[in-house]
């Protein structure tokens, strides 16, 4: 059975910086996507980055410029690093990973795989 795991979450300043990572197991496939949707107290679950088999990222407009996502290999996994922190940045993080072809990496619907979601909040 696949497991997602995140881990780097906590609390820290606004301006501050924290980096998310993810790791997979009993997930032997390459992703297709990887991605981090974030979901904070009476909001929707939102997409925050992806990244496709191909290298390919995508950024929430709120986030670009602040926040970098990447692959680590070795945990078939994406990374997240997060700089210049806002209290709107407040919430709980999830990392999904889909081995097959989706349309759009951005889509929730688009992963098979998440994790449990790792705390983020930023005190101003």
């Known amino acids: 059975q696949v497991q997602v795991v995140e881990s780097g979450g906590g609390s820290v300043q606004a301006g501050g910086s924290l980096r998310l990572s993810c790791a997979t197991s009993?997930?032997?496939?390459?992703?297709?996507?990887m991605g981090w949707f974030r979901q904070a107290p009476g909001k929707e679950r939102e997409a925050v980055a992806s990244i496709d088999e191909a290298g390919v990222t995508t950024y929430a407009d709120s986030v670009k410029g602040r926040f970098t996502i990447s692959k680590d290999n070795a945990k078939k996994a994406p990374v997240l690093l997060m700089n210049s922190l806002k209290s709107e940045d407040t919430a709980m993080y999830y990392c999904?990973?889909?081995?097959?072809?989706?349309?759009?990496?951005?889509?929730?619907?688009?992963?098979?795989?998440w994790g449990q979601g790792t705390q983020v909040t930023v005190s101003s």
């Open positions: 999904a990973v889909q081995p097959n072809w989706r349309f759009n990496c951005n889509w929730s619907s688009s992963y098979n795989y």
């Open positions: 009993a997930y032997t496939r390459t992703s297709y996507c």
